[in-house]
């Protein structure tokens, strides 16, 4: 079973930006599909972005044009990149394959002034 590590989250101005990171303990080369998740205080888990293997991808609404979503399958790494961040935006960011395996621990992305 491939683990996953979250890391790039923050406290960061509404407008910003971050770039999360997510490595695999293993190859992802054979996951077709992979995203990343959000889970904000007191809502549910949502599907933020997906990536397939051949690079295809698709965002929700809600982050649609502010978020890109690309994966390295060398490094068995897939990124989440965003901007214009917005105060809604706040939750645990998780990755994980779709349709989802065990979680991992997240990394917190916070959006206020």
């Known amino acids: 079973q491939v683990q996953l590590v979250e890391s790039g989250g923050g406290l960061v101005q509404p407008g910003g930006s971050l770039r999360l990171s997510c490595a695999a303990s293993?190859?992802?080369?054979?996951?077709?599909?992979m995203g990343w998740y959000r889970q904000g205080s007191g809502r549910e888990r949502e599907l933020v972005a997906g990536i397939t293997v051949d690079g295809r991808t698709e965002y929700a609404d809600s982050v649609k044009g502010r978020c890109t979503i690309s994966r390295d399958n060398a490094k068995n790494t897939v990124y989440l990149q965003m901007v214009s961040l917005k105060p809604e935006d706040t939750a645990v960011y998780y990755c994980?394959?779709?349709?989802?395996?065990?979680w991992g621990q997240g990394t917190q992305v916070t959006v206020s002034s």
């Open positions: 994980n394959s779709w349709p989802p395996g065990p």
């Open positions: 293993g190859s992802i080369v054979s996951i077709n599909e």
